[in-house]
């Protein structure tokens, strides 16, 4: 136990010297004019918000628009929510578990909000908060990492273990390395697809549940390595999985060494220094349709497996758009405006806008027209 | 069967005699051990040995009856159905001639009605088989049925843009089924206050407004409040929850159509303060809660007057014109008629905070009551016909429905469904248990702390010892047949003793039930079965339930490590009634009666103080150093199968 | 079989009751009525106390059969020289009034069974006995002494009420240095009475009421009006309360309902100017009364029945030349109220009271002064003497909690920090032994019913006071 974490603390410092040792060849500057277009929308302009915009503190932590069109956004002290140009703040003093939310799922046929926070998780009904503790109910830890619902179930990637609450009875089931092939308890982030649910685990790659079979699969890195990609697009790249995210049939996984991508039948890994992907450390992940979000320590890449998107601050802390086309050189344009911050822990987006959580601050990314943006690649 | 008994009484003796030779003390260290009691003066072989539930009251087969619940009336008004929950039927009579004219079969314990527009459907809700029926009201014959929340006790039809809607409050479950009427499908259940109770469509269709019976669970000290919820009956989303603060036991609610309010029926409880008194409405007194349906807003108005109470309110209807309110009084056996045109111009006059406090003030309401209509027996539910100008009350414990000429308030007759069972001493003593003329000045029944027998989750504080920090856990009166002694502190050897004289002192405040009335009341209560649980069907348990039983029946923990007799969950609450009433310090402060777990999910708070809000409070919380039971050992896995086992008793 | 059975009962039971009936009075006619009556011309000037004004010598209590004639009556005082004040059981079988043997003797109260026409002395109790109410285990209540003519309130004991169970020693059930007489019942069990103050003092009287323990004194209506006095309240069958006033030499009747008796007070018959001199409730919702005779000079008070709602008195039902009637109740079984369990104990001689938020006041410009930081506990040990008892902190939330001394007229005194007095309350309330009371504030709002909150002050160690130890305060863990 104490040789694995030690294990991840060198690989994440590893991960962080690469990336702070410089620019890999492939995002080398270049001032190519390609018009075609993308098969995903290009942010054209951001629009930031901070304390002085009315956020209570700067460190954001996830961000999600609910499906009555409300932003609902969880930070460092307190969950907000963006109603009439204004945020409204929901703190401990309005029934919330504690300050610091971490992440937020909605039950989009009630509009329950479901709040994860390091101390207890939250459901936030019309104004109602009701927490759920690991010493008042079935939950199995208090630090929440991760929400997911299926049906009538909320799944929640806990500290300790996976929590499973069935909604229409009230009862936990819960997951761990006890019952499960989980190594360890850690659970960081679930994802519901058709009749599955993929659960991203500290150490343990994902664990895929099937609902019908009631039964877990396992994904693991198939080198078994922390520190380097040995095994590529063979599985998971990395067993320390920091999110997962599913749509359309498409599983992206992130780890702090990189990212992976299946689609049922075909695994596929990108590590920064062999791809656009602007840095290994991958804290989060979203996806929508076939294109994946993906928040690192040092911006965001977006991604269809193909063609890559990466906004980023260069060193004079101007905003970057670098564009990389398959067979293309990368084409590198310099924006207006840019993200709050380059450290981005949370992402939603849909094909008319995306917004980012950040550690300083929140952002709003509002697409171009086309002909230089398109719709979001979908299977249909 | 007496060779049986014999045979085992041979075996006793012998055995006793032997162990007798073999140590002289040995049943008196027998009994020490196994009862964990230094003194064996509350103590016999009964206390654990030829326990049965079988022979139990409520274990019993009983009378049942005519009563009604719910009712619904045709769109030309012409017939009226009437839910008789006891008997398993749905009743249809003539509004004119005041004559049953159909009796049919519904399963499941039917108690909300509802019919829709076109007057060819009647919705029914099931209780005990969590379901909704559809009858066709031209052959009274089930055309249809829909699984719905548990112990679904009202439904409402409305029709929306996006079709016809049905809204049914599932008591039990804690949510609210929104049903889309074709095809008869569940779009949503969101989640309810406590103990969802009855539904109200806005005029316009738009809204759905669910009155809650109980209260929120939150900590003893805490000021309690129940929860009117809204929602929307076309997306089945909620829209905004309503607290009403020291508020509960609504069972009704309706549209005022005029005013834009919705009415809610509510009893004001100040359960937090000392219980040195009952005048003033010192302990709860009754009102109605006026929600404005755009804003939110809720202004708790009394109906009580300063020296005289009507407990338990219970149904409310509006007229079609929204001048005036009926409010059953369950209790009072009283409608309270309410004009609203008043209350209006009252609240139009006062400023906010008096309005805020208009609810304290115990000589308010004569400026908006203009009459009380007497009723038999626990009047509860209450409709109006379409053109607004009868009034049906459901006389819940007189087996009729009485009908009210609603323009001038005169009596024009009664639906007689049954003959209200006064041969029956079960029946006769519900009839003392919903009685308020018992209590000082008519201010509440037993019924006002134990509706339907259980309980209101809350704690209260009895003055008893003095004045001080006494606020004790309301216990259910489901199942507690065979569990004497009663009270927390065990000191009720019966239910006569607890009913009697104690609580005439420390609640009624006047002299005890006459002993007929009360050995009536204590069969009643004796009748009442534990609450329902949800369990398999066909009695197995899930193996979360089966490791969670074996957790409570171990007597070593996982390591192998003895578990000490007293330490063991079933040495305490040993079946069949999972207690072995006697009292043990648990390490919450002093030495408690030990409660039956029959039907026990559904009691929280748990403790002798209501302390702690869950059952994994009482092991998570407050059992330091293993004081309730040896559980330190368990995970978390383990203590949710514990907790999942006990949900099943 | 089981039919001849129950008939066999019934004739056994038929048999005994017609067995026991043998040899008394036959049953008075439903209807019937008992009188106080005075001689229209007897002398007033003999008069010692206040009954002597009311029932000159000579006054009795009769019975009245229908149909009514002057000439027929029972009188039920025969042995006495004035009798007044009757009231009838609950089972309509035996009356109860004041009496005094002789001119110069006290007023003491008497039971005339009807049944067996046999008169039975109940109280012997020193300074007299006066206004007869019944509880419904059949105790009696009544007030005493019976104030004498010409003295002042603080050289003569006021008078306060006692219970006396049958057979039983009479006990005392109010505790204040003001006049207490007229009580009543109450069909929800409370004693409801008449509280003077002295004569000196700007408030008026007032109606009270008591549990049938002498607990949880509470104001149950206030006129008001400073210069007048209130007698005989009684309760009427529409939920209303009526009461007699005398001011500036007018003699009338007023109600107040039960549903919001401080708001509610109403004269009850408007624009009737006779003197009234009684008003009962009969049986069936009609009142009796004794009013001013306006059709001829003698007698100055005859007896009307009308309904409750009437605005005019109109004919008399009974005028006697040679009598004036002064009461009427009628003979009739009528409704018992409720009985209490009493919580008191004697053996103990304290009570313990809770006061929500002493900050709390209906009479107080809200937010001109500032919170109370504590309570200064006055008590009366005689007539005019106050006492401070001690002190006791007042919570953040404005709460206190105080064990003081059963059975003494208690005041309280809300202080600042610097100590200047807040608010007072003058020492009007009592605590019987073992009782545990309650308020919401200071003059509280009347028919209030508190907030849902926690007092702190019932988590904080008790503030015991008493009285040897008057002026300081004790801790007693609770």
């Known amino acids: 136990m104490k040789t694995m974490l030690n294990s991840l603390t060198l690989a994440t410092g590893i991960a962080l010297l690469f990336s702070l040792s410089g620019t890999p060849d492939v995002r080398a500057a270049e001032t190519a004019t390609n018009d075609l277009p993308l098969p995903f929308p290009l942010i054209e302009r951001f629009e930031n918000f901070h304390v002085q915009d009315g956020m209570p503190t700067h460190k954001v932590h996830c961000v999600l628009r609910a499906s009555d069109d409300k932003l609902w956004v969880g930070t460092y002290d307190g969950a907000l929510v963006r109603e009439d140009g204004k945020f409204r703040r929901i703190g401990v003093e309005d029934g919330l578990s504690h300050k610091m939310v971490l992440c937020m799922v909605e039950d989009k046929r009630t509009g329950d909000m479901w709040i994860g926070t390091m101390r207890g998780l939250n459901r936030y009904s019309a104004g109602r908060v009701t927490t759920y503790l690991q010493t008042d109910s079935g939950l199995p830890n208090n630090v929440i990492y991760g929400l997911g619902i299926v049906d009538d179930t909320l799944w929640v990637a806990t500290a300790a273990g996976l929590g ?21 308890p850690w659970v960081y982030s679930v994802a519901g697809a058709n009749g599955r649910v993929f659960v991203g685990v500290w150490g343990s790659g994902i664990l895929e549940y099937d609902l019908t079979r009631k039964i877990f699969t396992e994904y693991r890195d198939p080198d078994r390595d922390f520190h380097f990609e040995l095994v590529h697009d063979a599985g998971p790249i990395n067993d320390v999985t920091s999110w997962v995210a599913w749509d359309e049939g498409i599983l992206w996984q992130s780890t702090y060494f990189g990212m992976s991508r299946y689609d049922g039948s075909r695994w596929r890994t990108w590590e920064e220094k062999k791809s656009p992907l602007v840095s290994n450390f991958i804290n989060f992940i979203w996806a929508h349709g076939r294109v994946a979000w993906v928040g690192t320590d040092r911006g965001v890449s977006v991604t269809d497996g193909d063609t890559w998107v990466t906004y980023r601050a260069n060193e004079n ?39 980012f959580a950040t550690s300083d601050g929140l952002g709003h990314a509002n697409f171009a027209a086309s002909p230089k943006s398109a719709k979001v690649a979908t299977a249909k | ?46 206390n654990c040995h030829l326990v049965s539930t079988a022979k139990l009251r409520w274990a019993q087969p009983r009378p049942h009856h005519d009563a009604p619940a719910g009712m619904a009336i045709s769109p030309d008004g012409k017939k009226i159905y009437i839910a008789l929950d006891d008997r398993d039927e749905v009743a249809e009579a003539d509004t004119t001639s005041r004559q049953v004219l159909r009796r049919v079969k ?4 039917p108690f909300g009605l ?18 909704l029926a559809v009858l066709d009201t031209q052959t009274l014959q089930e055309t249809g049925s829909i699984a719905v929340g548990m112990a679904p006790v009202a439904v409402a039809f409305c029709r929306t843009a996006a079709g016809d809607r049905l809204v049914v409050a599932n008591s039990m479950s804690d949510d609210i089924s929104v049903l889309s009427v074709s095809p008869l499908q569940e779009l949503g259940r969101p989640s309810a206050g406590r103990e969802p109770f009855a539904v109200a469509i806005t005029p316009d269709g738009t809204r759905a407004f669910v009155a809650n019976r109980m209260v929120r669970l939150v900590s003893v000290k805490t000021i309690p409040t129940s929860e009117v919820t809204e929602i929307d009956p076309m997306t089945a989303r909620t829209v905004r929850r309503e607290a009403l603060e020291s508020a509960h036991q609504s069972e009704g609610i309706c549209a005022v159509p005029s005013r834009s309010w919705m009415l809610t029926p509510l009893v004001k409880v100040r359960n937090l303060v000392p219980i040195t008194q009952v005048a003033n409405g010192w302990v709860m007194s009754s009102g109605l809660a006026i929600t404005d349906v755009k804003s939110g ?17 219970s149904g409310v209807v509006v007229d079609s014109s929204g001048h005036r309110a009926f409010v059953a009084s369950g209790g009072g056996d009283v409608v309270t008629v309410v004009d609203l045109d008043r209350m209006a111009a009252w609240l139009d006059k006062a400023d906010p905070t008096t309005k805020q406090e208009a609810i304290y003030d115990m000589s308010l309401s004569p400026a908006y009551v203009t009459a009380r209509i007497p009723t038999q027996r626990n009047p509860h539910q209450l409709t109006l016909s379409p053109d607004g100008g009868t009034l049906f009350v459901a006389e819940r414990l007189a087996d009729s429905v009485l009908v009210v000429d609603a323009n001038n308030l005169t009596e024009k007759g009664r639906i007689i469904l049954g003959d209200g069972g006064l041969n029956d001493p079960i029946r006769r003593g519900e009839r003392v248990f919903t009685k308020a003329a018992y209590t000082f000045q008519h201010q509440f029944s037993c019924r006002s702390c134990h509706p339907d027998g259980h309980v209101d989750g809350l704690s209260y504080d009895f003055d008893t010892s003095g004045i001080g920090d006494n606020l004790l856990d309301n216990r259910s009166l489901l199942g507690v047949a065979g569990t004497e002694p009663f009270k927390w502190n065990g000191k009720n050897a019966s239910l006569e003793i607890q009913c009697g004289p104690r609580f005439a002192k420390v609640l009624m405040r006047t002299d005890p039930i006459p002993q007929k009335e009360l050995l009536d009341l204590t069969t009643f209560i004796k009748s009442q079965p534990p609450q329902r649980v949800t369990r398999n069907e066909d009695g197995t348990l899930t193996p979360s339930q ?17 578990i000490p007799h007293e330490k063991r969950c079933a040495s305490c609450h040993r079946p069949p009634l999972y207690s072995v009433r006697l009292s043990f310090d648990v390490g919450t402060g002093g030495t408690f009666d030990t409660p039956h777990l029959l039907g026990v999910a559904n009691t929280a708070p748990y403790l002798h103080d209501g302390r702690a809000l869950s059952l994994e409070e009482i092991w998570t919380l407050y059992s330091t150093n293993d004081s309730h039971g040896v559980t330190s050992y368990m995970n978390k896995i383990q203590l949710n199968d514990l907790v999942e086992f006990l949900k099943t008793l | 079989m089981k039919s001849a059975s129950h008939f066999q009962i019934f004739f056994l039971v038929a048999s005994l009751t017609l067995l026991a009936g043998a040899g008394c009075h036959k049953p008075v006619p439903r209807g019937s009525l008992i009188l106080a009556q005075s001689p229209v011309n007897a002398a007033a000037n003999s008069a010692s106390d206040v009954l002597d004004l009311k029932y000159p010598p000579g006054s009795r209590v009769v019975l009245m059969e229908t149909p009514f004639d002057p000439n027929r009556v029972r009188v039920l005082s025969e042995s006495l020289a004035s009798a007044g004040e009757p009231i009838v059981s609950y089972d309509g079988q035996r009356i109860f009034f004041a009496g005094k043997t002789s001119a110069a003797s006290e007023w003491q109260i008497y039971q005339e069974d009807l049944t067996d026409a046999r008169l039975t002395k109940l109280t012997s109790v020193p300074g007299g006995a006066m206004n007869p109410a019944l509880l419904p285990d059949g105790s009696l209540v009544f007030a005493s002494p019976v104030p004498k003519l010409g003295g002042t309130n603080f050289n003569q004991s006021q008078p306060a009420l006692y219970v006396q169970s049958p057979g039983g020693q009479p006990r005392q059930l109010t505790f204040s240095s003001r006049s207490i007489t007229d009580p009543t019942m109450l069909s929800d069990g409370r004693i409801l009475f008449v509280s003077t103050s002295p004569s000196n003092s700007n408030s008026g009287p007032a109606l009270f009421t008591i549990n049938n323990d002498g607990t949880e004194v509470t104001a149950f209506a206030k006129p008001e009006d400073a210069n007048s006095s209130i007698q005989q309240p009684r309760l009427l069958a529409d939920d209303r309360v009526v009461f007699l006033v005398s001011k500036s030499g007018a003699n009338t009747a007023e109600v107040v309902c039960l549903a919001r008796p401080f708001q509610s007070r109403a004269p009850l018959f408007p624009g009737v100017t006779a003197q009234i001199g009684s008003v009962q409730p009969a049986g069936d919702g009609d009142l009796l009364v004794c009013a001013g005779n306006t059709a001829g000079n003698k007698p100055s008070q005859a007896l009307f029945r009308v309904s409750s709602n009437t605005t005019n008195l109109g004919t008399p039902l009974l005028v006697d030349p040679a009598w004036n009637i002064s009461e009427a109740v009628e003979v009739a079984p009528h409704l018992q109220p409720m009985g209490r369990l009493s919580t008191m104990d004697v053996t103990k001689t304290t009570g313990k ?3 929500l938020d002493a900050n709390f006041s209906s009479d107080r410009t809200s937010g001109t002064m500032p919170p109370a930081s504590r309570v200064r506990v006055l008590v009366e040990t005689s007539p005019g003497k106050v006492h401070a008892l001690g002190e006791v902190p007042v919570q953040a939330d404005g709460s206190f909690l105080a064990e003081v001394p059963a059975d003494v007229p208690l005041g309280f005194e809300s202080l600042d920090e610097s100590g200047h007095v807040l608010h007072q309350e003058a020492p009007m309330l009592w605590l019987r032994p073992a009782e545990n009371r309650s308020c919401i504030g200071c003059h509280e709002p009347r028919n209030r019913a508190p907030h849902n909150h926690r007092p702190l002050a019932v988590s904080e160690p008790v503030i015991q006071l008493t009285l040897k130890e008057a002026g300081s305060a004790s801790r007693k863990s609770n």
């Open chain 2, 114 to 131: 509802a019919i829709d527009a076109a007057g060819k459907n009647l919705f029914v809700t099931c209780r005990n088989t969590d379901r």
């Open chain 2, 546 to 562: 089966e490791r969670g039983k074996a957790i409570f029946f171990a007597t070593k923990t996982k390591n192998g490590t003895e």
């Open chain 1, 317 to 355: 802390g101007e905003g970057l758009a670098e564009i990389t086309r398959p067979g293309q050189p990368v084409e590198t344009r310099t924006m207006a405006t840019k993200l709050p911050n380059d450290f981005v822990l949370g992402i939603w987006a849909d094909d008319q806008e995306a917004w």
């Open chain 2, 297 to 313: 807003n809720v202004i708790q108005m009394p109906l009580d007057e300063a020296n005289n109470y009507f407990a338990d309110p």
């Open chain 3, 353 to 355: 009271i809770l006061c």
């Open chain 1, 164 to 184: 499973v609450l069935n909604l229409k009875t009230g009862e936990w089931t819960i997951y761990d390395h006890t019952n499960t092939t989980m190594h360890e």
């Open chain 2, 1 to 46: 069967m007496k060779k049986r008994a014999f045979i085992l009484l041979l075996i006793l003796v012998c055995f006793a005699s032997v162990a007798l030779w073999l140590r002289q003390n040995y049943w008196i260290d027998h009994m020490r051990q196994m009862s964990g009691q230094k003194s064996l003066a509350n103590v016999s072989c009964f």
């Open chain 2, 106 to 109: 519904v399963a499941g314990r």
